[in-house]
């Protein structure tokens, strides 16, 4: 049997094809913006001086940024900032859609993951356990933290930690933007905003 594709397309569909709420230049826009960003892009920074990266009060503690998508770099994919977590203090406790690395400098402690579990039938559905995993660190220890798991870092030792820590970026470009402190650093309660639900 063969399909004649003069007959496919319904005559009612083939009408409403061009029907329009309007004209616009969107693919226009789009290459005249590519075309800017590269200009743009040529003399952003190829390396950030260490005076260069901002420090940051944040309700997961204090952070330095090294990389950030509002810092002028090169780089468009990453966010890396260093964490500074007093002795026998601990970071809030927050959730992300994306993984985090991070590659711990000086300290020693563990961190607190709260496997996510979560299940889509007409929605997402999100459950977190209650009791968390355990993982050890110290100086030269890489940390992973899967995708939307609750974490907490915590400084055991008696000096300051200080942790790098990098997030991507391609979740938020895909709308996926889920980001969320659920408590605040002791200390920084002032600049936490608790999670809309």
């Known amino acids: 049997m063969t399909i004649d594709a003069s007959t496919f397309a319904d005559l009612t569909e083939r009408q409403r ?3 329009s709420s309007g004209d616009v230049s969107f693919y226009k826009e789009a290459l005249e913006a590519s075309q800017k960003f590269r200009e743009e892009y040529r003399d952003r920074l190829n390396v950030a001086k260490h005076n260069q990266m901002p420090l940051e009060r944040s309700a997961d503690g204090l952070i330095k940024h090294i990389i950030n998508e509002r810092m002028d770099t090169k780089e468009c ?3 890396i900032y260093m964490q500074f977590i007093e002795a026998r203090k601990a970071t809030g406790t927050s959730r992300h859609l994306t993984e985090e690395v991070a590659f711990v400098i000086e300290g020693t402690g563990h961190d607190l ?3 996510v579990h979560f299940h889509c039938d007409v929605e997402f559905e999100w459950r ?3 009791n968390p995993k355990k993982y ?3 100086p030269g220890d890489f940390i992973y933290v899967p995708p939307y798991v609750a974490h907490k ?3 055991t030792s008696d000096i300051e930690a200080r942790i790098i820590v990098c997030n991507s970026r391609i979740m938020k470009a895909i709308g996926l933007d889920w980001f969320d402190q659920l408590e605040p650093a002791e200390g920084f309660e002032d600049v936490w905003v608790p999670p809309a639900d």
């Open 17 to 19: 094809s061009k029907l």
């Open 113 to 115: 993951h709260y496997d």
């Open 136 to 138: 050890e660190w110290g």
């Open 128 to 130: 977190w356990d209650t």
């Open 153 to 155: 870092r915590i400084n």
């Open 77 to 79: 994919c990453l966010d």
